[in-house]
């Protein structure tokens, strides 16, 4: 029979904790999410990129490929003996990759 009781006791004990665990986390505030943290993407460009991409544009044979400043901004230089003759200078901001100019010399 005491063992009787003592299962009653656990058992009424262990519902207690069960419902006062339930009623703390329903009394909690919910939590906002943090924010996301947003990372700039890294576009920066190579030089090996910038020729390749001048090469795709005007397939030949690379002369020069250099960081220069073009329109204000850092820029890889890649200048260019087209195979149709013409000698081309194609300019490709490091940082992002965009085109920012393409002469015909």
């Not at 009787?4 to 906002?32: I, K, M, N, Y």
């Not at 901001?93 to 920012?100: F, V």
Request: proline residues 5%; without cysteine.
């Amino acid at each position: 029979m005491k063992l009787r009781h003592l299962s009653s006791a656990t058992l009424l004990a262990l519902a207690t904790t069960v419902v006062a665990t339930t009623a703390f986390a329903a009394s909690e505030a919910p939590t906002t999410p943090a924010p996301a943290v947003v990372v700039p993407a890294t576009t920066a460009i190579t030089k090996e990129q910038a020729i390749e991409m001048a090469l795709k544009a005007h397939p030949g044979k690379v002369i020069k490929a250099d960081d220069e400043t073009k329109k204000g901004k850092e820029a890889w230089e890649v200048k260019i003996k087209g195979d149709d003759g013409k000698k081309w200078e194609v300019y490709y901001e490091i940082a992002t990759g965009a085109l920012i100019a393409e002469e015909e010399d």
